[in-house]
């Protein structure tokens, strides 16, 4: 996806015109509207897109310019269920139809099926098959497709859903790394390392309910102080004498 320009898109599809390709996805990259709305007048095959736009403004840009035919948001990318549901409206206002991009977990699948349940222009939904436990494992009742390609949703409350505990917890990975991976360093962190790891560091705890009170990190701090402490850091490991 968002690989090609216009012109390479032009040549590889005159190339394939003869295998009856359902759709073209993401061709051009997201911010090349002009040239996705260039391609989906010039082509026989719908323009798909784009799983990358984050929210209502820039789907409603991609639609008004005419640079899609198949309207592609995902519920976990593009701001939930609700956001999705007015991504559809402004697609249905222009009969477009919506077929999620999903390329993740069980959660992801099952919440994008209930978005295109509960809209007008919706119906297909793109469903990965590659393997992948955290899709195929990770409910107590997994997804079943049937033989006609169609799922019954289920109706309990939520997504209607039960987690699996068993792959839980055989997939769960710590939440903080950040103090083993400075740990295993075999040498002083140069600034760009440590700059990196604080800013990660200072995302986390501002984010983690378990550890905002104990946050270093002011909500305002920028990176330029944030590099300018790594550096000082850097700085002083470099002249710490070796411990061989």
Same mark, same amino acid.
């Given at each position: 996806?968002?690989?090609?320009?216009?012109?390479?898109?032009?040549?590889?599809?005159?190339?394939?015109?003869?295998?009856?390709?359902?759709?073209?996805?993401?061709?051009?990259?997201?911010?090349?509207?002009?040239?996705?709305?260039?391609?989906?007048?010039?082509?026989?095959?719908?323009?798909?897109?784009?799983?990358?736009?984050?929210?209502?403004?820039?789907?409603?840009?991609?639609?008004?310019?005419?640079?899609?035919?198949?309207?592609?948001?995902?519920?976990?990318?593009?701001?939930?269920?609700?956001?999705?549901?007015?991504?559809?409206?402004? $697609?249905? &206002?222009?009969?477009? #139809?919506?077929? @999620?991009?999903?390329? +993740?977990?069980? /959660?992801? =699948?099952?919440?994008?099926?209930?978005?295109?349940?509960?809209?007008?222009?919706?119906?297909?939904?793109?469903?990965?098959?590659?393997?992948?436990?955290?899709?195929?494992?990770?409910?107590?009742?997994?997804?079943?497709?049937?033989?006609?390609?169609?799922?019954?949703?289920?109706?309990?409350?939520?997504?209607?859903?039960?987690?699996?505990?068993?792959?839980?917890?055989?997939?769960?990975?710590?939440?903080?790394?950040?103090?083993?991976?400075?740990?295993?360093?075999?040498?002083?962190?140069?600034?760009?390392?440590?700059?990196?790891?604080?800013?990660?560091?200072?995302?986390?705890?501002?984010?983690?309910? $378990?550890? &905002?009170?104990?946050? #270093?990190?002011? @909500?305002?701090?920028? +990176?330029?102080? /944030?590099? =300018?402490?790594?550096?000082?850091?850097?700085?002083?490991?470099?002249?710490?004498?070796?411990?061989?």
């Amino acid at each position: 996806n968002n690989a090609w320009t216009p012109a390479v898109t032009l040549r590889f599809m005159r190339q394939v015109a003869d295998q009856d390709i359902f759709w073209l996805e993401e061709p051009v990259p997201t911010d090349d509207v002009a040239g996705s709305a260039e391609l989906a007048r010039a082509l026989d095959v719908p323009v798909a897109g784009y799983e990358s736009e984050t929210g209502l403004g820039g789907f409603r840009d991609l639609i008004e310019r005419q640079a899609v035919d198949i309207v592609q948001p995902d519920v976990i990318w593009t701001g939930g269920i609700t956001e999705c549901k007015r991504v559809a409206a402004v $697609a249905h &206002a222009h009969r477009l #139809p919506v077929i @999620p991009h999903v390329f +993740s977990s069980a /959660v992801a =699948a099952i919440a994008n099926m209930h978005f295109i349940a509960a809209i007008p222009n919706g119906g297909l939904l793109e469903f990965d098959q590659n393997p992948n436990p955290l899709r195929s494992d990770l409910f107590e009742e997994p997804i079943e497709v049937g033989p006609d390609g169609k799922v019954r949703l289920p109706e309990r409350p939520g997504l209607g859903v039960a987690l699996n505990q068993a792959t839980v917890d055989k997939y769960r990975v710590e939440t903080d790394p950040t103090p083993a991976l400075l740990t295993r360093m075999s040498s002083p962190p140069n600034a760009a390392t440590v700059c990196s790891t604080i800013a990660w560091t200072c995302v986390w705890s501002r984010t983690s309910t $378990a550890t &905002a009170n104990a946050s #270093p990190c002011s @909500p305002t701090i920028s +990176s330029t102080t /944030v590099c =300018a402490a790594s550096a000082f850091m850097s700085a002083t490991a470099t002249r710490a004498p070796s411990s061989a």
